[in-house]
């Protein structure tokens, strides 16, 4: 199972490099992509995440959710894992996003912020 990592940005250079170190050991035990979705930053937020090995796709329209829909069009993973670059997930987040899954499963749960891909 893959989890795609969906992080809709707009001039976030400040944030992006912690959230993405913050990720990346979290999710050190499983496949994943981070994919952010910029809205035309006129910082470094690309060239930050790019370098920090996540999929960097450049949307038109600064609108989370137009960017969301562009990462989700590209995401190749089993699971949606939705990020804003200025928040910080807690410990053990991976474990959370797991067991809430397996409720979805076992309980036909939907979670906005989680969902499987068809």
Not at 54 to 64: D, G, H, N, Y
Not at 75 to 104: C, E, Q, T
Request: charge should be neutral; charged fraction near 20%; include cysteine.
């Amino acid at each position: 199972m893959q989890l795609s990592v969906i992080i809709p940005t707009l001039n976030e250079e400040q944030n992006i490099a912690e959230l993405l170190s913050l990720l990346k050991v979290g999710l050190r035990n499983t496949t994943y992509e981070i994919i952010v979705v910029d809205a035309n930053s006129v910082d470094q937020t690309r060239q930050v995440a790019s370098n920090l090995g996540a999929i960097v796709l450049s949307c038109s329209r600064k609108c989370r959710a137009h960017q969301m829909n562009d990462g989700v069009a590209i995401a190749k993973g089993d699971i949606l894992y939705f990020v804003h670059a200025d928040s910080r997930p807690p410990n053990g987040f991976l474990n959370d996003i797991f067991k809430r899954w397996m409720k979805v499963l076992t309980w036909d749960v939907f979670d906005f912020a989680l969902i499987q891909k068809k």
